[in-house]
Protein backbone atom coordinates (compact mmCIF):
# COMPACT_ATOMS: atom_id res chain seq x y z
CA UNK A 1 0.00 0.00 0.00
CA UNK A 2 1.75 3.55 -1.07
CA UNK A 3 1.29 6.11 1.97
CA UNK A 4 1.42 9.68 1.44
CA UNK A 5 5.02 10.72 1.14
CA UNK A 6 4.31 14.58 1.15
CA UNK A 7 1.84 16.72 1.58
CA UNK A 8 1.74 20.40 2.14
CA UNK A 9 -0.68 23.39 2.31
CA UNK A 10 -0.16 27.16 2.59
CA UNK A 11 -2.68 29.98 2.71
CA UNK A 12 -1.48 32.69 0.54
CA UNK A 13 -3.58 35.53 1.93
CA UNK A 14 -2.98 36.73 5.17
CA UNK A 15 -5.96 36.17 8.36
CA UNK A 16 -7.21 40.03 7.85
CA UNK A 17 -7.75 39.68 3.84
CA UNK A 18 -11.34 38.99 3.10
CA UNK A 19 -9.44 37.13 -0.51
CA UNK A 20 -8.76 33.65 -0.14
CA UNK A 21 -5.82 31.56 -1.92
CA UNK A 22 -4.12 28.37 -1.08
CA UNK A 23 -1.19 26.25 -2.66
CA UNK A 24 -1.44 22.58 -2.37
CA UNK A 25 1.81 20.32 -2.82
CA UNK A 26 1.37 16.08 -2.91
CA UNK A 27 2.51 13.47 -3.62
CA UNK A 28 1.33 9.59 -2.61
CA UNK A 29 -1.71 7.56 -3.56
CA UNK A 30 -4.56 9.30 -4.95
CA UNK A 31 -7.16 9.44 -2.01
CA UNK A 32 -9.87 9.46 -4.81
CA UNK A 33 -9.44 5.95 -6.16
CA UNK A 34 -9.18 2.51 -4.48
CA UNK A 35 -5.75 1.92 -7.16
CA UNK A 36 -2.75 1.60 -5.55
CA UNK A 37 -1.30 4.49 -7.42
CA UNK A 38 1.04 7.43 -7.10
CA UNK A 39 -0.16 10.99 -7.89
CA UNK A 40 2.27 14.01 -7.51
CA UNK A 41 0.57 17.77 -8.40
CA UNK A 42 0.90 21.24 -7.63
CA UNK A 43 -2.74 22.51 -6.94
CA UNK A 44 -2.96 26.67 -6.39
CA UNK A 45 -6.32 28.12 -5.60
CA UNK A 46 -7.96 31.49 -5.07
CA UNK A 47 -11.31 32.45 -4.76
CA UNK A 48 -12.93 31.51 -7.41
CA UNK A 49 -10.48 29.12 -9.60
CA UNK A 50 -8.19 26.34 -9.23
CA UNK A 51 -4.84 25.10 -11.21
CA UNK A 52 -3.34 21.65 -10.92
CA UNK A 53 -0.03 20.80 -12.74
CA UNK A 54 0.26 17.01 -12.20
CA UNK A 55 2.86 13.97 -13.01
CA UNK A 56 1.01 13.06 -16.22
CA UNK A 57 0.70 9.45 -16.65
CA UNK A 58 3.68 9.44 -19.64
CA UNK A 59 5.88 11.83 -17.25
CA UNK A 60 9.26 10.29 -15.38
CA UNK A 61 9.65 11.99 -12.25
CA UNK A 62 13.02 13.70 -14.35
CA UNK A 63 9.63 15.24 -16.95
CA UNK A 64 7.64 16.16 -13.49
CA UNK A 65 10.95 17.99 -12.04
CA UNK A 66 11.56 19.53 -15.09
CA UNK A 67 8.06 21.23 -15.08
CA UNK A 68 8.30 21.92 -11.87
CA UNK A 69 11.46 23.51 -12.47
CA UNK A 70 10.30 25.60 -15.04
CA UNK A 71 7.61 26.83 -13.19
CA UNK A 72 9.65 28.09 -9.95
CA UNK A 73 11.63 29.79 -12.85
CA UNK A 74 8.45 31.65 -14.61
CA UNK A 75 7.24 32.56 -10.85
CA UNK A 76 10.69 33.53 -9.91
CA UNK A 77 10.65 35.88 -12.87
CA UNK A 78 7.45 37.24 -12.62
CA UNK A 79 8.14 38.44 -8.68
CA UNK A 80 11.18 40.35 -10.24
CA UNK A 81 8.80 42.01 -12.91
CA UNK A 82 6.07 42.78 -10.07
CA UNK A 83 9.11 44.21 -7.85
CA UNK A 84 9.80 46.95 -10.63
CA UNK A 85 6.28 48.20 -10.60
CA UNK A 86 5.14 51.34 -9.00
CA UNK A 87 1.63 49.84 -8.70
Request: glycine share 2%.
Amino acid sequence: MLKNTYIKKKFLNSDASASTGAIVVYDGQAPWTMKKQRTRFIEVSDCHQSIRLHQATQDSLSDYTAKVSALIKVLQDYKKHLKTCKN
